[in-house]
């Protein structure tokens, strides 16, 4: 059985940097073709796709905020870390990691919801 | 970017008919030496993460109900609910994974009528 679970704090300051750990379980990261990816859903509105870690290091990014995203992976502890920079209160919303193939994502974690406010 | 676009944005049907919901992306998604289509489809309650439904454009997840299809190529995509169950009220994502930034479209609220 495959689990993923969000952590991270749920409330950040303006111009501060988020943390978020996925930390999985039941596949191993080190597969063929699996990816961990990390999306996010602000209140009442859509998916927004982050960024995407595969099992060969391979790092895909939205360009919109490339430049303030980094997503790693240690494979030896089950997890996956994205770090957000510069955060803004339109930041504001439900962040997921998932586990998937190829870039479709099969399994997701339940979210946490990061608020920014002063 | 590959956008995906999907239509109708909400969509009111009556229990036991068909539900149909389309997807179209910017540009081909088909990976034609393979012949995949890099397209998924999620469904999405209140309160829960999205779930996939479809991969590969028609790839039924395991455990999704058959009532559940996917279709389409190249550019073009539909979701089909072939008899509407209550427990299919929800919103419905397709998401390209052909090229990076893997976009999802927009929603569709599904209701009942």
């Known amino acids: 059985q495959i689990t993923l679970k969000e952590s991270g704090p749920t409330l950040v300051k303006p111009t501060q940097t988020l943390t978020l750990t996925c930390i999985f379980s039941?596949?191993?990261?080190?597969?063929?073709?699996?990816?961990v990816g990390w999306i996010r859903q602000p209140p009442g509105k859509a998916l927004e796709w982050l960024a995407l870690?595969?099992?060969?290091?391979?790092?895909r990014y939205s360009p919109s905020l490339k430049s303030r995203l980094t997503i790693t992976k240690d494979t030896s502890k089950n997890q996956v870390v994205l770090t957000m920079t510069n955060m803004d209160p339109m930041d504001t919303a439900t962040y997921y990691c998932?586990?998937?193939?190829?870039?479709?994502?099969?399994?997701w974690g339940q979210g946490t919801l990061v608020t920014v406010s002063s | 970017d590959i956008v995906v676009t999907q239509s109708p944005d909400s969509l009111a049907v009556s229990l036991g008919e068909r539900a149909t919901i389309n997807c179209k992306s910017s540009?081909?998604?088909?990976?034609?030496?393979?012949?995949?289509?890099?397209v998924a489809w999620y469904q999405q309650k209140p309160g829960q993460p999205p779930k996939l439904l479809i991969y590969?454009?028609?790839t039924r997840e395991s455990g999704v109900p058959d009532r559940f299809c996917g279709s389409g190529s190249g550019t073009d995509f539909t979701l089909t609910i072939s008899s509407l169950q209550a427990a299919d009220v929800a919103v419905y994502y397709c998401?390209?994974?052909?090229?990076?930034?893997?976009?999802f479209g927009q929603g569709t609220k599904l209701e009942i009528k």
């Open positions: 590969w454009a028609s």
């Open positions: 998401q390209q994974y052909y090229s990076a930034p893997y976009l």
């Open positions: 998932a586990h998937g193939f190829y870039g479709y994502l099969q399994s």
């Open positions: 039941g596949f191993s990261l080190s597969t063929s073709g699996v990816g």
């Open positions: 540009q081909s998604v088909l990976y034609s030496s393979i012949n995949k289509n890099y």
């Open positions: 870690i595969y099992w060969d290091d391979d790092e």
